[in-house]
């Protein structure tokens, strides 16, 4: 019996980054990161863009174009100390960045080129975007294209965290997703450097390539951040007064040894900070990068 194409279905597959949200609605992706200057200033906050960076790809995630810039500073706003320290941007380099006008007009201009549907970004870009968006005086016809351009902003942060560890850890850091990729735990805070990694992440996870399993990686973050929360003592200059010489104490952190307490990330804590007591030295419980890579070597 013949069947009519009306009654076909087509089963489609929905990874990461497959489906446009709002915007332009084309097929292509983007993989956006940005830098910001994110700063109280003068009974106000600032959210200023510093530098932006942007990797173009078909539906397959090949890459098609990419884009970097830094922006210009808005004037009487300066980098603190610490955010050179973290992007490697200076005061000098951003005042004769180019404008923010510029720039946005020619990422919209890339974006419209390869007809985009869709710029992902991981964590808070959208909102910071934004927030700098709404604090700047821009004319009518640029206004309504960053608008639409912010639009096409989709935080794949929840989703992808989500999926890839079973559903236990919906706010995966970037860090966090490249240690569980393979990649390393380091991030470069350069816009484009880690435009770069999110879209490597994404070609992994969607290739079932991962280095390590995202459950025990959520389940291992888990005890490793219950176990900093709970930990009391572990500075040699500031807890040094805090050290004594006890038999009982240490007859005590045998005990709890014994009951496999360490097992536990809050009883974990405790006996670290008690043998930390007991003039035993520190237990370092390390990165979560180097948690899970110490567990491969175990």
Not at 13 to 35: H, I, M, R, W
Not at 88 to 109: C, F, H, Q, R
Request: aromatic share 8%; charged share 30%.
């Amino acid at each position: 019996m013949a069947t009519s194409n009306s009654s076909k279905t087509t089963k489609k597959v929905k990874g990461p980054s497959q489906t446009a949200p709002l915007g332009y609605k084309g097929k292509n992706q983007a993989f956006l990161d940005a830098e910001y200057l994110s700063a109280r200033f003068k009974k106000s906050s600032i959210e200023d863009v510093i530098s932006v960076g942007i990797v173009i790809t078909n539906p397959a995630h090949e890459e098609l174009d990419r884009f970097y810039s830094t922006v210009q500073l808005t004037r009487g706003h300066k980098l603190p100390p610490l955010i050179t320290e973290l992007t490697g941007l200076t005061n000098e380099e951003l005042e004769n960045a180019p404008a923010y006008e510029d720039v946005m007009t020619e990422l919209i201009t890339l974006i419209k080129k390869w007809q985009v549907g869709k710029i992902c970004v991981w964590g808070g870009d959208k909102n910071n975007f934004q927030r700098d968006f709404e604090s700047r005086n821009l004319d009518k016809p640029l206004k309504r294209s960053v608008a639409k351009f912010i639009s096409t902003f989709e935080n794949i942060q929840k989703e992808v965290s989500l999926d890839i560890t079973g559903g236990l850890d919906a706010n995966l850091s970037l860090a966090d997703m490249k240690t569980i990729c393979g990649l390393g735990g380091y991030v470069a805070h350069n816009a484009l450097n880690d435009a770069e990694d999110m879209l490597q992440c994404i070609r992994i996870i969607e290739t079932d390539g991962m280095k390590f399993d995202g459950v025990k990686a959520a389940e291992y973050k888990k005890f490793r951040g219950e176990y900093v929360k709970n930990r009391s003592f572990d500075d040699p200059e500031s807890d040094e007064n805090y050290i004594i010489d006890s038999k009982l104490g240490e007859q005590f952190l045998e005990e709890l040894k014994e009951k496999g307490f360490a097992d536990d990330p809050k009883t974990k804590a405790f006996m670290d900070d008690l043998e930390f007591l007991l003039g035993k030295g520190n237990a370092y419980m390390g990165t979560f990068s180097e948690m899970m890579l110490g567990k491969e070597e175990s």
